[in-house]
Nanobody, 127 residues
Framework: EVQLVESGGDLVQAGGSLRLSCAAS????????IGWFRQAPGKEREEVSC????????TLVDSVKGRFTISSDKAKNTVYLQMNSLKPEDTAVYYC????????????????????WGQGTQVTVSS
C-alpha cells in the first residue's frame, strides 16, 4: 500500500522556521519525484517545490527561493521541506505528492499528473 505521511506543520510567528517531513512507503523511492504543494483558503493549490529523488535535483517556486529548501533522505524514504523566514502568506495546508519520474525533471509535471498524495499538514504563520 502506497502511503505518504506529512508531519511538522504548526503555528509559528512570522520570521520563524518549520521543517515539514514526508515519509513515503509502498513504492520504489528512486523512481518517483516528490513534490510539495500548498493550498490556502480560497486559493488554488500551488506547487512549492519538487525533488527528483534519483539525483537530488530540485525546483523551487520563486516566492520561496532563498527561504525554503527541499531535501531527501533515501535511507528513510523521506523528503523534507525546510521553511525559514516564514511569512503570513505562507499559511496553507501543505501536501506532499509523488509522481512516477524515473528520468527526473519533476518540474515538468503538473499537479494533476501526480500519482499519490498525502493527507496534508497545516502551517499557520501569524503576523
Amino acid at each position: 500500500e502506497v502511503q505518504l505521511v506529512e508531519s511538522g506543520g504548526d503555528l509559528v510567528q512570522a520570521g520563524g522556521s518549520l521543517r515539514l517531513s514526508c515519509a513515503a512507503s509502498g513504492f520504489t523511492f528512486d523512481d518517483y519525484a516528490i513534490g510539495w504543494f500548498r493550498q490556502a483558503p480560497g486559493k488554488e493549490r500551488e506547487e512549492v517545490s519538487c525533488i527528483n529523488t534519483s539525483d537530488g535535483s530540485t525546483t523551487l517556486v520563486d516566492s520561496v527561493k532563498g527561504r525554503f529548501t527541499i531535501s531527501s533522505d533515501k535511507a528513510k524514504n523521506t523528503v523534507y521541506l525546510q521553511m525559514n523566514s516564514l511569512k503570513p502568506e505562507d499559511t496553507a495546508v501543505y501536501y506532499c505528492a509523488a509522481v512516477f519520474a524515473p528520468y527526473g525533471d519533476c518540474h515538468t509535471y503538473a499537479d494533476h499528473l501526480y500519482d499519490y498524495w498525502g493527507q496534508g499538514t497545516q502551517v499557520t504563520v501569524s503576523s
